[in-house]
């Protein structure tokens, strides 16, 4: 999919707006950089590597934890800018599972009514979660990571809200955490459980809660269904005794 992408862009024919999907946006967010850098036949530009390009935009969360339609509205005033160094403006929103409903409604015109020589790349882990509207309008490339195991920022900080509820019993607020993140992803979740093994193996493995770690692992692999597996997890872990019957059901349940 991503050699697609770059015959796409040496034969003068990428579309003026698309998603790049993985679970690495970190990987994906180079490969947007690549592109431009083909674009404008300048692939190791400074200022490009640095972020700092005047035609290369990034428009990100700032740590909030939604983009709304202010950030639409000021990426269609920018578009209407001409370039400052070179022929073509990218704008890359670097995390596009956290555009609201109204943001991305407002993208829709933006889609609709393309302005020459700008490029809107959408960046985002899950194409699923953006409206099927939006997806009709694109074309989305799904890149699989080049690494092993897919490290991001905030999982660990997820990982170590998840240990804190699970040594505190709380299961409510465990099930909350998994629905204020959005964590009803496979994918997501797969990453969430090889942080906790890894990062915090020394201390889970003197506990019950590394056991159940390994067998939701397990599970995630045999593509049980999701939010039985997540409801299993959130009850054995914030709960000492592990009960073996609940397993059982969930792996039986297709």
Known sequence: ???????????????????????????????????????????????????IHPDFCLISSNKSKTLGIDIIR??????????????????????GNLLTIQAQNALL???????????LVILCKNSNFLLRTIISRVQVFSIKS????????????????????????QEFELVKL?????????????NIIKTLKNELKDILEKVSVFEILQKTEYLLEKNVNLNLLISWFCFNSSNTKFDEKNLINIVSFQ
């Open 146 to 169: 080049k690494e092993k195991f897919i490290f991001d920022d905030n999982i660990l900080e997820i990982a170590n809200k998840i240990i804190k509820y699970i040594f505190s019993n």
């Open 178 to 190: 998994f629905e204020e993140e959005n964590l009803k992803d496979r994918n997501c979740l797969k």
């Open 109 to 119: 015109k933006i889609l609709e009514e393309p302005i020459k020589n700008n490029f």
């Open 74 to 95: 000021e990426i269609k005033t920018q578009m209407a800018v001409l370039p400052s160094e070179c022929s073509y403006r990218f704008f890359v929103i670097t995390d």
């Open 1 to 51: 999919m991503e050699k697609s992408l770059y015959e796409l862009v040496l034969k003068d024919k990428l579309p003026h707006a698309f998603i790049l999907e993985s679970n690495n946006l970190r990987e994906i967010l180079e490969i947007s950089k690549n592109i431009f850098g083909i674009l404008i036949s300048k692939i190791n530009d400074r200022k490009l590597k640095n972020n």
